[in-house]
């Protein structure tokens, strides 16, 4: 088994080489994803297990960033995976659904919030060419030193260790499609809290200058998640 990840100095990564010795991490100064001929020159390793987590993730970067890093690199890493017959596993996000109500399950419509879940999508399209794939749908944090927070937007955004984890379960089983993790559902406010005591409660509608309005429930609904897991420990 020669498990191949990108991202290694990013939210995921992080914790993930922790947790995950042996598998070889990449960070964008080792391999640009948006290069083709970095990415080509990987299949010299012959990776059986691709865990792509590399993208750019700012709400508010250069749409140019997006499609470079989001969908060409993806696209890339997916032809990597066809070229080595390799399983590939991408880290995608909840707000490619509408983010309005809630509780979505991984065959619900999709509706991307902003442009960033829009690039997204577009990598998860690129996955999908892929026989053996997984997308993986989540929101995750580690450091939330914020000022305020929204008492009136939900998530089951899980801390970044706890994800990584799941990940790594996720990228050595057979599961196969798409599959939603995450949490108990809380308030922004409520998750912050817990980090910082002093953050104030706001509504969404005082979140301004934003290029969207704030999603009222960016929630999913994890039972297939759940199910793996279960019976994964039940063996």
């Given at each position: 088994?020669n498990i191949?990840?990108t991202?290694?100095?990013?939210?995921?990564?992080?914790?993930?080489?922790?947790?995950?010795?042996?598998?070889r991490?990449?960070?964008r100064?080792q391999?640009?994803?948006?290069?083709?001929?970095q990415?080509?020159?990987?299949?010299?390793?012959?990776?059986?297990?691709?865990?792509?987590?590399?993208a750019?993730t700012?709400?508010?970067?250069?749409?140019?960033?997006?499609?470079?890093?989001n969908?060409?690199?993806?696209?890339h890493?997916a032809?990597?995976?066809?070229?080595?017959n390799?399983?590939?596993v991408?880290?995608?996000?909840?707000y490619?659904y509408?983010?309005?109500?809630?509780?979505?399950?991984?065959?619900?419509s999709?509706?991307?919030?902003?442009?960033?879940?829009?690039?997204?999508?577009?990598?998860?399209?690129?996955?999908?060419q892929?026989?053996?794939?997984?997308i993986?749908?989540?929101?995750?944090y580690?450091?939330?030193?914020?000022?305020?927070?929204a008492?009136?937007?939900y998530?089951?955004r899980?801390p970044a260790?706890?994800?990584a984890?799941?990940?790594?379960?996720?990228?050595?089983?057979?599961?196969?499609?798409?599959?939603n993790?995450?949490?108990?559902v809380?308030?922004?406010?409520?998750?912050?809290?817990?980090?910082n005591?002093?953050?104030?409660?706001?509504?969404?509608?005082?979140l301004?200058?934003?290029?969207?309005?704030?999603?009222?429930?960016?929630?999913?609904?994890?039972?297939r998640?759940n199910?793996?897991?279960?019976?994964?420990?039940?063996?």
């Amino acid at each position: 088994m020669n498990i191949l990840v990108t991202g290694a100095e990013g939210r995921l990564g992080r914790p993930l080489q922790d947790i995950w010795p042996q598998a070889r991490f990449l960070s964008r100064s080792q391999c640009d994803v948006s290069d083709w001929a970095q990415v080509a020159a990987l299949g010299a390793d012959a990776p059986t297990h691709i865990v792509h987590l590399a993208a750019a993730t700012d709400y508010n970067a250069d749409p140019q960033k997006f499609l470079w890093s989001n969908i060409v690199g993806t696209a890339h890493m997916a032809a990597l995976a066809l070229l080595n017959n390799a399983r590939l596993v991408f880290t995608s996000t909840v707000y490619v659904y509408p983010c309005e109500f809630g509780r979505y399950n991984e065959r619900d419509s999709l509706q991307p919030v902003g442009k960033y879940a829009w690039s997204k999508l577009g990598g998860e399209a690129a996955v999908r060419q892929v026989p053996n794939h997984l997308i993986i749908r989540g929101c995750w944090y580690d450091k939330l030193a914020w000022e305020t927070a929204a008492w009136d937007a939900y998530s089951t955004r899980l801390p970044a260790r706890l994800a990584a984890q799941w990940i790594k379960e996720l990228a050595l089983s057979e599961e196969q499609g798409v599959i939603n993790i995450g949490g108990p559902v809380r308030s922004l406010y409520d998750i912050v809290k817990e980090q910082n005591p002093t953050v104030r409660a706001i509504s969404r509608d005082e979140l301004l200058n934003l290029p969207y309005e704030f999603p009222a429930s960016a929630c999913v609904d994890t039972t297939r998640a759940n199910f793996f897991r279960a019976t994964r420990h039940a063996d």
